[in-house]
């Protein structure tokens, strides 16, 4: 799992699950870019997307 340092982090972790639990297809891009949208900074919310998609069944 990531290093969950800050709230931050432990929050973008938890908004990629369900993002990732509500909707099909879903690539650590894909994720990446939404937890970005959803005002995540970048570098978090690449961790949450790597983290995810080897944990997660995400698309390839």
Same mark, same amino acid.
């Given at each position: &799992?990531?290093?969950?340092? =800050?709230? =931050?982090? !432990?929050?973008?972790?938890? @908004?990629?699950? *369900? /993002?990732v639990k509500? @909707? @099909?297809?879903?690539? #650590?891009?894909? !994720?990446? &870019?939404? !937890? @970005?949208?959803?005002?995540?900074? #970048?570098?978090? #919310?690449?961790? #949450?997307?790597e983290?995810? =998609?080897?944990? /997660?069944? !995400? *698309?390839?």
């Amino acid at each position: &799992m990531i290093d969950t340092q =800050s709230p =931050s982090h !432990l929050s973008c972790l938890i @908004e990629g699950i *369900a /993002l990732v639990k509500n @909707e @099909e297809n879903c690539t #650590a891009q894909n !994720l990446k &870019m939404r !937890l @970005e949208d959803q005002g995540y900074e #970048a570098s978090v #919310a690449y961790d #949450a997307a790597e983290t995810l =998609s080897s944990h /997660l069944q !995400l *698309a390839s």
